[in-house]
């Protein structure tokens, strides 16, 4: 089933980021394996040696960009950023990022919430990278953000989903999409976000860093498949005790 | 000695960068990217250019550039998408 944002419409409900990759190549090859329809990019000062850029191959392979902010520390920087971003990629999306530190690479939620608030009145389409918080996920979805993205663990470290109770919170109260982003390290950490009711899923390293790029994405594509369709599904309840499947009547007992 | 005497230095993207004389910010893009551009900006190849400008921290919409002449001190930084996120 397609999901929507901004009235543009996506099948795919894994969003790819670029970065990590060690080539352009080995990264079209998992951006098409992946069968994203919308990736992120960083904005860095142009760099006449490398012409032959990554926006260049999006065009080709006809993916959304997502430009995000990454690296920045302040509200300040964020929206000096997301406002190039706007100008040179010709898009109103930015994946909002405001780092504390860049040990823990988590959200400053003072400078993030000060920084969507300013984006949104912008007209930006603001996706929130932001912390597990159920509360500063409603802060943000309130300030009008359009998709919150909340961490599952810290960013590259492949740690997974560590508090999922409360990706489960954030998703069971918000309007908006809810898009679990960073930590995911592999196939059933995708599955487990869209079982907790994600919209979608944003990873980047657990497939551009994986020893086998292309067949980590396609794995990251059907677990993504997989657990939304679980989700949908209604899982039987959990219990205590067992409970047979096969039927107790009939039964031969040896003599 | 008058302002017609020296060149105009700016920090491009963090460094020193001699102008040859008045350039706009259209001037600047299309010498740092290799590219030709309409005066609105836009590249004369018809495809997307996929840049911006910042002149002192405020960004320079693309259609403003031709207007935009560099000055002596001003801080220019030219982004584009790379790898990230």
């Known amino acids: 089933m397609t999901w929507t944002i901004d009235d543009v419409e996506m099948s795919s409900r894994l969003v790819m980021g670029t970065g990590g990759a060690s080539s352009l190549s080995i990264l079209e090859d998992a951006l098409v394996a992946s069968g994203t329809e919308l990736t992120t990019v960083a904005m860095r000062r142009f760099d006449a040696e490398s012409r032959d850029s990554v926006f260049t191959m999006l065009q080709r392979l006809g993916i959304r960009v997502l430009p995000n902010t990454a690296g920045c520390y302040t509200a300040r920087d964020a929206v000096l950023t997301a406002r190039l971003a706007r100008e040179a990629l010709e898009t109103n999306w930015v994946k909002l990022e405001v780092i504390a ?15 969507a608030e300013e984006l949104v009145l912008d007209g930006f389409t603001v996706f929130a990278y932001t912390n597990d918080d159920p509360a500063l996920a409603k802060r943000l979805e309130d300030a009008g953000v359009a998709v919150v993205m909340p961490a599952g663990a810290p960013i590259g470290s492949g740690l997974g989903i560590l508090n999922p109770h409360n990706i489960e919170t954030i998703v069971s109260r918000a309007q908006v999409p809810v898009i679990l982003d960073a930590g995911v390290g592999t196939a059933s950490d995708a599955a487990l976000a869209m079982e907790l009711g994600c919209a979608a899923v944003l990873l980047a390293s657990a497939v551009t860093r994986a020893h086998d790029a292309l067949a980590m994405a396609r794995a990251m594509a059907l677990a993504v498949e997989a657990g939304q369709l679980a989700a949908g599904a209604g899982r039987i309840p959990k219990r205590p005790l067992a409970l047979a499947s096969s039927p107790f009547d009939g039964m031969v007992a040896a003599q | 000695m008058t302002d017609h005497d020296h060149s105009p230095t700016i920090v491009l993207n963090g460094a020193r960068h001699e102008l040859p004389g008045a ?3 259209l001037d600047l893009i299309a010498e740092v990217t290799g590219r030709d551009l309409n005066p609105d900006g836009t590249p004369a190849d018809g495809g997307r250019l996929g840049i911006a400008l910042a002149v002192d921290g405020e960004v320079i919409r693309r259609g403003a550039w031709s207007h935009c002449t560099l000055a002596d001190g001003h801080t220019v930084d030219i982004v584009t998408a790379v790898q990230g996120g």
Do not use: C, G, M, R
């Open chain 1, 101 to 115: 530190d860049e040990d823990t690479l988590l959200p400053d939620p003072i400078e993030l919430f000060a920084a």
């Open chain 2, 23 to 25: 350039t706009s910010a």
